[in-house]
């Protein structure tokens, strides 16, 4: 039987390579609101996958906001919710499609090419479609929001072993074997997909190279995998984890704790205020940062008390 909690806190590495995407998915505009999914399976094969939580726009997302369910979306592990229909598409193509990463986004340029009669990226236009070339796969097929799971078995069998989906009228989905793999995979096919639109809109016609040459572009992107990780660490330095220090602070200073003496009162005190509600679970300050909300709290606490308790 699997350990989840010792699992989620064992994949802490993996964790953090999934919240860093979304963090840089945000900051290369390829987020829309709190909507959408990055996930990716546990190495385990035991089913489960880290998924980004319910209500959390893209660059608040932390390794530690990152939440483990099993295939039809149940939660295993985390502090946050997960959206109950999440899954609904990821399943299937982890499931169907034998996917570790899978990167659901309404990225705009994509999403444009999604409403073409071609519904998909020209991969003979730009170097940066050329990678593409015989990747891509079309899912004509919109049918309203998924609502349940058959959308993404779907998407999955439409996919018929390539990397990339384009939804028709929707979005798209971009596979990986890694998260730093399929997340340089998700830019570059956005700014393909801006170029495409672009040179579209300049009402010239488009001049396609002939197939042999986006083929063989291709091929020389498979040798180019090291730049994918090269510039996923230079996102992981840029793009770090996220300081949210009121968040949760000011729901200790507008409900204080003042019945007790509490363990987690104690931790908040000593420096867990910022993030949970507790050092050994989730509570504990990262980045060791004072916790000027714990201070806040203890003053009213103190106030509450009234004199000659402190
Ligand atoms: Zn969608």
Request: glycine share 10%; aromatic share 6%.
């Amino acid at each position: 039987m699997n350990d989840h909690a010792a699992d989620w806190e064992g994949c802490a590495p993996l964790r953090a390579d999934l919240a860093l995407a979304l963090r840089a998915a945000f900051h290369h505009d390829l987020a829309e609101g709190v909507c959408n999914h990055f996930s990716v399976a546990l190495p385990d094969g035991s089913d489960r996958f880290l998924i980004n939580p319910r209500g959390l726009a893209w660059d608040e997302v932390g390794a530690r906001d990152i939440v483990m369910v099993d295939v039809a979306g149940e939660k295993l592990a985390g502090r946050h919710e997960v959206e109950s229909t999440a899954m609904f598409i990821h399943a299937g193509v982890h499931r169907i499609a034998r996917k570790t990463c899978v990167l659901h986004t309404h990225m705009p340029y994509a999403t444009a090419l999604t409403l073409t009669e071609a519904r998909a990226l020209d991969t003979a236009l730009s170097q940066n479609a050329m990678r593409f070339h015989g990747r891509l796969a079309v899912d004509r097929a919109y049918n309203g929001l998924a609502l349940d799971a058959t959308e993404g078995d779907r998407i999955a069998r439409a996919m018929n072993g390539a990397d990339v989906v384009f939804l028709a009228n929707h979005g798209v989905i971009v596979c990986g074997t890694r998260v730093d793999y399929a997340y340089d995979d998700l830019y570059y096919l956005e700014r393909a997909c801006e170029a495409q639109v672009l040179a579209m809109s300049t009402g010239s016609r488009l001049a396609p190279v002939a197939e042999p040459v986006a083929a063989k572009v291709a091929a020389q992107m498979v040798g180019e995998q090291l730049q994918a990780t090269l510039i996923f660490e230079s996102l992981r330095r840029r793009f770090q984890e996220p300081r949210r220090p009121w968040s949760e602070g000011w729901a200790r200073l507008r409900w204080p704790r003042i019945s007790g003496e509490g363990r987690d009162d104690a931790v908040a005190l000593r420096g867990g205020g910022f993030s949970g509600p507790g050092r050994d679970g989730f509570g504990r300050d990262d980045l060791g940062r004072d916790d000027l909300a714990g201070r806040q709290t203890l003053r009213l606490r103190r106030l509450a008390q009234g004199p000659g308790r402190q």
